[in-house]
T-cell receptor
């Protein structure tokens, strides 16, 4: 049982380049999220999805796009990378229900934009 | 807008002490509150989840309380150990289980 898998683990981008951060989960969770964490700070929500085909903005969506074509996958797209997008990105999933909405996080993608 | 504050920002203690980590939040309309542990350069590990109707949850040496009306949660760590050294993050959960995180308490337990 892999949980939430993120790729790549590290990436360096040049200003203006684009890339997709991959996230997949094998727990059949309906809810999936993308957060970013800047040094010394808590996590901030970028986008979330409550099921295939349904996505919505979080606190800091500018410069990002997402899609959710399947329950398992929730990729995050960065268009025209900027230095302000240098951060660690975490994907997570949770399952609504009596078990308590517990979260499972991926191990993160460390992105540097130069 | 939900804002989360964690006090203290950092804590350094000798092994064996009982610890209190505080979390306050501005919007009491939450569904639950979670506490996470984050080791340096790693992802987050869920420690405890308290539903909005509950007052506390316990797991081993960890106990978390929730006072939703006053916007406060406290994480108690009993008999601290060097292996407890990490950053502890508090996160109230809203609709669709979206979390708002505090900046964390960085804990160092030395032998």
């Amino acid at each position: 049982n892999a949980g939430v898998t993120q790729t790549p683990k590290f990436r360096i981008l040049k200003i203006g380049q684009s890339m997709t951060l991959q996230c997949t989960q094998d727990m059949n969770h309906n809810y999936m999220y993308w957060y970013r964490q800047d040094p010394g700070m808590g996590l901030k929500l970028i986008y979330y999805s409550v099921g295939a085909g349904i996505t919505d903005k979080g606190e800091v969506p500018n410069g990002y796009n997402v899609s959710r074509s399947t329950t398992e996958d929730f990729p995050l797209r960065l268009e025209l990378a900027a230095p302000s997008q240098t951060s660690v990105y975490f994907c997570a999933s949770s399952a609504p229900g009596t078990e308590g909405y517990g979260y499972t996080f991926g191990s993160g993608t460390r992105l540097t934009v130069v | 807008k939900q804002e989360v504050t964690q006090i203290p920002a950092a804590l350094s203690v000798p092994e064996g002490e009982n610890l209190v980590l505080n979390c306050s939040f501005t919007d009491s309309a939450i569904y639950n509150l979670q506490w996470f542990r984050q080791d340096p350069g790693k992802g987050l590990t869920s420690l405890l989840l308290i539903q909005s109707s509950q007052r506390e949850q316990t797991s081993g040496r960890l106990n978390a309380s929730l006072d939703k009306s006053s916007g406060r949660s406290t994480l108690y760590i009993a008999a601290s150990q060097p292996g407890d050294s990490a950053t502890y993050l508090c996160a109230p959960g809203g609709g669709y289980n979206k979390l708002i995180f505090g900046a964390g308490t960085r804990l160092a337990v030395h032998p």
